[in-house]
């Protein structure tokens, strides 16, 4: 595989800088134009991506390409970081998620995160599930049944039933990380970005968080930010491919989108040179 | 590759195991430091044993129920400190009801609203540290120099003794709970916002209960320094013979420390025995609180 991508598709063709990606027939999110800052550190630049309903996109590439930076720019975590800005439009369901007026608490409310490390609060299975929707006021009939409910959605109503008001630090890592989907899905959110949810587990609990994430597919559109090329081609629907550009004047290493495609397309006819030395493990 | 790593595991190692000399561990260098560190610890020990002992021994027969039930006498025979348990008590109570919340509070906002670039903010931190430095007699001044403004005439009351304390045990509280709310993984913030959760939601329903623990440690410790307090309390002038027991915020007072002192200064050998017996309850009252401290600590303490 050698083309350039002068030779791809139109609508496949990765551009100088951000990327067309393939067409998203239902977008949920869409990323305009963005950059992501730190102070003056640019640490990510002019990303265009789509992400689709029901879909699984998985955002690859080397560490310190600005990936989990992007995913924490989607749900508005970002603002939490001090001197953090976006510069651009993450537009979901197609309002501006930085618009004027619009409240960081409601959009990380409707756009859910999981994060790397498992972290159930210190409380029991059960009250760690029903502090969301507790503190959002979101209005429920039956706290039981809203429990099981998520529990069940993230495959761990099984394994805890018995003993929902221990403690959730006694959970092992796999199930307290089915524990944080479960809390994320608990308020009914349409977007679950997950920032390597499987980094600290072993490759069984990966497995079921994998199969989790392919059913949880069906009702949810899912951002998946991986380090692990296998788990994005076995998981995701459309990858993008991130790398670290370094700047020629100030040797200042920063993100760009190189290049946006099913995964199919990413893994077997990648476009650009980049991708494929990175898949194909020359680098990263 | 593969060959030559074969190769330096059969043969010889490069340095040999066997040096022919003592083992690192036991030569002279590390025993002495290990020696030196013991002699520091046995130094340590021997006073507060001999403290503990000396205290036991001179006070131990004036220690009984009538030391908790009586009041001061003009005999030492007749004498209790019933007054000065019961003073201690309603000051540290008191201060305790005054400083945790507004120490509380004020880490709360140092530690989790504050902006910790602004120049107002890093004055006020640097401040707390330097306030737990201060001598307590100065928070005496404070609170009579308090008191004396707002024209009130009898300063020994109990409401003005916790007022000098509260000053003094403030920061300790305030460093306390800081350390305690740091200690919260910012994972467990980063998932209560992520919910959806306000900053005022997650502070208060997961950052302040997962550091109960540390602030209840803290606390307990820094009140425990208030009741072995005499010096801003002797400025309020609570080194007053009290006949009666403590019944309110605005009643005179003694306390354990000062009636100590009240006694050790007497000259017959009677009150020095009392004054080594109320020494006993304090030292058991301090053990007590320390103790509740430790085990709050080691009971409660969260491992994530």
Redesign the interface.
């Given at each position: 595989m050698s083309s350039s991508a002068d030779s791809a598709p139109m609508h496949l063709r990765a551009t100088q800088s951000g990327a067309v990606g393939p067409v998203v027939t239902r977008p949920v999110m869409r990323v305009e134009g963005v950059d992501v800052y730190y102070g003056d550190f640019r640490a990510v630049t002019d990303v265009n991506l789509e992400f689709g309903l029901n879909e699984i996109t998985a955002l690859i590439g080397p560490s310190g390409c600005g990936k989990s930076t992007l995913l924490r720019s989607l749900?508005r975590?970002n603002d939490?970081i001090?001197g953090a800005r976006v510069e651009g439009e993450i537009l979901f369901h197609g309002e501006n998620i930085y618009g004027k007026g619009v409240d960081p608490?409601?959009v990380?409310?409707?756009i859910?995160?999981v994060?790397q490390?498992p972290?159930?609060?210190?409380k029991s299975i059960y009250d760690n599930i029903a502090?969301?929707p507790r503190?959002?006021g979101m209005r429920v009939d039956s706290m039981d049944d809203l429990v099981e409910e998520s529990l069940t959605r993230a495959a761990l109503w099984d394994e805890v039933k018995d003993k929902l008001k221990q403690s959730a630090?006694g959970l092992s890592g796999g199930q307290q990380q089915r524990l944080?989907i479960a809390?994320?899905i608990?308020?009914r959110p349409d977007v679950i970005l997950m920032d390597e949810p499987c980094a600290s587990l072993d490759p069984i609990a990966t497995m079921r968080i994998e199969d989790l994430m392919q059913e949880l597919r069906e009702q949810y559109t899912i951002v998946i930010v991986t380090h692990n090329m296998q788990q994005a081609a076995r998981v995701a629907d459309r990858t993008a491919f991130f790398t670290a550009q370094v700047s020629e004047g100030t040797g200042a290493r920063t993100g760009v989108l190189v290049e946006y495609g099913t995964t199919a397309q990413i893994f077997e006819d990648p476009q650009d040179q980049r991708t494929e030395d990175y898949i194909s493990g020359r680098f990263g | 590759m593969m060959r030559s790593l074969q190769d330096s595991l059969a043969g010889a190692p490069t340095m040999p195991l066997k040096t022919g000399e003592a083992p690192r561990e036991r030569r002279p260098g590390p025993l002495i430091f290990l020696v030196l560190l013991w002699l520091s610890l046995l130094i340590a020990v021997v006073f507060l044993v001999t403290l503990i002992v000396n205290i036991v021994l001179e006070g131990g027969s004036r220690f009984g129920l009538a030391l908790f039930t009586e009041y001061p006498a003009s005999s030492p025979d007749r004498a209790g400190a019933r007054p000065a348990i019961l003073g201690s008590m309603w000051v540290i109570g008191t201060t305790a009801v005054l400083t945790i919340p507004v120490g509380v509070a004020a880490a709360v906002h140092l530690e989790e609203f504050a902006d910790k670039?602004h120049w107002f903010n890093r004055a006020i931190e640097l401040n707390v540290q330097n306030l737990a430095a201060v001598p307590s007699i100065v928070y005496g001044l404070l609170a009579l120099a308090f008191l004396s403004l707002l024209g009130v005439r009898d300063k020994n009351i109990v409401i003005g003794g916790a007022l000098a304390l509260s000053l003094l045990i403030l920061p300790v509280i305030i460093i306390a709970t800081r350390e305690a709310i740091r200690a919260v993984?910012s994972?467990?913030r980063?998932?209560?916002?992520?919910?959806?959760?306000?900053k005022w939601?997650t502070t208060w329903?997961?950052v302040l209960?997962?550091s109960v623990p540390g602030i209840a440690t803290g606390s307990i410790i820094a009140l425990s320094r208030a009741l072995g307090e005499a010096a801003p309390l002797l400025l309020l002038g609570a080194l007053v013979f009290v006949s009666f027991d403590p019944n309110g915020l605005l009643s005179g007072f003694t306390t354990l420390p000062i009636q100590i002192f009240n006694w050790t200064g007497r000259p017959q050998e009677g009150f020095h025995e009392l004054a080594a017996a109320a020494s006993i309850i304090l030292l058991g009252l301090l053990l007590l609180m320390n103790g509740l401290a430790i085990y709050i600590r080691n009971r409660y303490q969260?491992?994530?």
């Amino acid at each position: 595989m050698s083309s350039s991508a002068d030779s791809a598709p139109m609508h496949l063709r990765a551009t100088q800088s951000g990327a067309v990606g393939p067409v998203v027939t239902r977008p949920v999110m869409r990323v305009e134009g963005v950059d992501v800052y730190y102070g003056d550190f640019r640490a990510v630049t002019d990303v265009n991506l789509e992400f689709g309903l029901n879909e699984i996109t998985a955002l690859i590439g080397p560490s310190g390409c600005g990936k989990s930076t992007l995913l924490r720019s989607l749900n508005r975590m970002n603002d939490l970081i001090d001197g953090a800005r976006v510069e651009g439009e993450i537009l979901f369901h197609g309002e501006n998620i930085y618009g004027k007026g619009v409240d960081p608490i409601e959009v990380r409310r409707r756009i859910g995160m999981v994060f790397q490390k498992p972290n159930p609060f210190p409380k029991s299975i059960y009250d760690n599930i029903a502090y969301g929707p507790r503190v959002t006021g979101m209005r429920v009939d039956s706290m039981d049944d809203l429990v099981e409910e998520s529990l069940t959605r993230a495959a761990l109503w099984d394994e805890v039933k018995d003993k929902l008001k221990q403690s959730a630090l006694g959970l092992s890592g796999g199930q307290q990380q089915r524990l944080c989907i479960a809390r994320a899905i608990s308020v009914r959110p349409d977007v679950i970005l997950m920032d390597e949810p499987c980094a600290s587990l072993d490759p069984i609990a990966t497995m079921r968080i994998e199969d989790l994430m392919q059913e949880l597919r069906e009702q949810y559109t899912i951002v998946i930010v991986t380090h692990n090329m296998q788990q994005a081609a076995r998981v995701a629907d459309r990858t993008a491919f991130f790398t670290a550009q370094v700047s020629e004047g100030t040797g200042a290493r920063t993100g760009v989108l190189v290049e946006y495609g099913t995964t199919a397309q990413i893994f077997e006819d990648p476009q650009d040179q980049r991708t494929e030395d990175y898949i194909s493990g020359r680098f990263g | 590759m593969m060959r030559s790593l074969q190769d330096s595991l059969a043969g010889a190692p490069t340095m040999p195991l066997k040096t022919g000399e003592a083992p690192r561990e036991r030569r002279p260098g590390p025993l002495i430091f290990l020696v030196l560190l013991w002699l520091s610890l046995l130094i340590a020990v021997v006073f507060l044993v001999t403290l503990i002992v000396n205290i036991v021994l001179e006070g131990g027969s004036r220690f009984g129920l009538a030391l908790f039930t009586e009041y001061p006498a003009s005999s030492p025979d007749r004498a209790g400190a019933r007054p000065a348990i019961l003073g201690s008590m309603w000051v540290i109570g008191t201060t305790a009801v005054l400083t945790i919340p507004v120490g509380v509070a004020a880490a709360v906002h140092l530690e989790e609203f504050a902006d910790k670039r602004h120049w107002f903010n890093r004055a006020i931190e640097l401040n707390v540290q330097n306030l737990a430095a201060v001598p307590s007699i100065v928070y005496g001044l404070l609170a009579l120099a308090f008191l004396s403004l707002l024209g009130v005439r009898d300063k020994n009351i109990v409401i003005g003794g916790a007022l000098a304390l509260s000053l003094l045990i403030l920061p300790v509280i305030i460093i306390a709970t800081r350390e305690a709310i740091r200690a919260v993984p910012s994972e467990i913030r980063d998932g209560s916002l992520a919910l959806g959760a306000t900053k005022w939601q997650t502070t208060w329903r997961q950052v302040l209960p997962a550091s109960v623990p540390g602030i209840a440690t803290g606390s307990i410790i820094a009140l425990s320094r208030a009741l072995g307090e005499a010096a801003p309390l002797l400025l309020l002038g609570a080194l007053v013979f009290v006949s009666f027991d403590p019944n309110g915020l605005l009643s005179g007072f003694t306390t354990l420390p000062i009636q100590i002192f009240n006694w050790t200064g007497r000259p017959q050998e009677g009150f020095h025995e009392l004054a080594a017996a109320a020494s006993i309850i304090l030292l058991g009252l301090l053990l007590l609180m320390n103790g509740l401290a430790i085990y709050i600590r080691n009971r409660y303490q969260k491992r994530w």
